[in-house]
């Protein structure tokens, strides 16, 4: 089910949309450690990005067939590239993991792992790019309930494969693949019966090159920027926003940029709050030893105070995305990486702080 932002309440429209996203980063991170293995591609991930920008934009337009040739150029791109990138990995699983010093003993077991989860990575991106392409069209929910099943089923397959069937790390690793196509399947079952205007026919066949060159740029800048709660606003600002740019109501993306600033700080407040007086017992789920706990709870009152800042630069950052202003969330990632590593070996090597030097090198 698509969701029109260009109308109704601003504020509520981003809450309900950013809590699906925060679920699915959770279910996610369960999903990627019921294997010990993240497959993290970049251009997959930057594909599925800029093409939810994109596809939010002429959404909002209400022009469909800029919104189709989107949809199907980044379709056929994506499978040309995950098809291409899976037939590397599998021939070059060997090497690259002798590269990265695997030990001998557990090679072999490593190798058909990998070859059969790069087998299916097809799978991840057309996951990927369906669920981005549900969340530019207002939709967060449907896809974190697909992924939610096939977390589920990934973990339940693992154990049957492993434990029940015997077979090792193969069964892991086709449990996962299994799973993976099962939450495509899915994607693709709703949207047939539920998202009438992803339903293109033959007109999936239509790739356009400028398009794809487009989608890549607003892509990549993004890819770097992902994971947490105050990141997940960020996202919900980018699509209300690209939203209403595409259907030309500059008032609503104002409008949208400023409640989103506003949930941001909220956010923001409410963990510095917990992290500030619950720093102890926070410290004391990871470890017993007393200086260990001292240390922590220093850090984290620390940085605690600083938590403003990212829900601040996140809130921006989406609504430059918003509005198609990519370069400037590139430039001040760069900048903020730049700069803590700077500032933290500012802070070590030259006035020889202690664990607090990273969060102000943070700050």
């Not at 089910?1 to 260009?6: A, D, F, K, L, R």
């Not at 919104?67 to 899976?86: C, D, M, P, R, Y």
Request: glycine residues 10%.
């Amino acid at each position: 089910m698509t969701h029109n932002m260009t109308s109704g309440p601003i504020t509520p429209s981003l809450v309900k949309f950013t809590i699906p996203l925060v679920l699915g980063n959770l279910f996610q991170l369960t999903y990627n450690a019921a294997d010990s293995v993240i497959v993290a591609i970049l251009f997959i991930n930057g594909m599925c990005l800029g093409a939810g920008i994109l596809v939010s934009t002429a959404f909002g337009a209400g022009d469909r067939d800029r919104l189709e040739k989107q949809v199907s150029t980044t379709a056929i791109a994506g499978a040309a590239f995950s098809l291409g990138f899976s037939l590397l990995c599998i021939l070059l699983a060997g090497p690259l993991l002798r590269l990265m010093q695997v030990p001998a003993a557990v090679l072999p077991l490593a190798v058909s792992y990998l070859r059969v989860v790069f087998g299916g990575l097809i799978f991840t991106f057309f996951y990927n790019f369906l669920a981005a392409t549900l969340r530019a069209l207002g939709d967060s929910k449907s896809a974190l309930y697909f992924l939610m099943l096939s977390a589920l089923l990934n973990i339940l397959g693992d154990l049957f494969c492993v434990a029940v069937m015997g077979w090792g790390v193969e069964g892991a690793a086709l449990s996962t693949v299994a799973s993976e196509a099962l939450c495509c399947l899915c994607c693709a079952v709703y949207i047939k019966a539920r998202v009438p205007v992803l339903c293109l026919g033959r007109r999936w066949l239509v790739f356009e090159p400028a398009m794809l060159r487009q989608t890549v740029q607003y892509g990549w800048t993004t890819a770097m920027q992902q994971g947490t709660p105050q990141q997940n606003i960020g996202h919900a600002m980018t699509t209300l926003m690209a939203q209403n740019r595409g259907a030309a109501k500059p008032d609503r993306v104002r409008r949208g940029f400023a409640a989103g600033m506003r949930i941001e700080a909220v956010y923001g407040l409410a963990i510095m709050a917990v992290c500030f007086f619950g720093a102890e017992p926070i410290m004391r789920l990871f470890a017993d030893e007393p200086e260990v706990i001292a240390l922590g709870v220093r850090f984290l009152r620390l940085v605690s105070l600083f938590y403003l800042l990212p829900s601040a630069t996140n809130g921006i950052q989406g609504g430059f995305r918003g509005v198609g202003q990519l370069q400037v969330t590139l430039n001040s990632s760069l900048l903020n990486m730049g700069g803590r590593v700077a500032a933290a070996a500012l802070f070590v090597l030259v006035f020889h702080m202690d664990i607090e030097a990273l969060p102000w090198s943070y700050a």
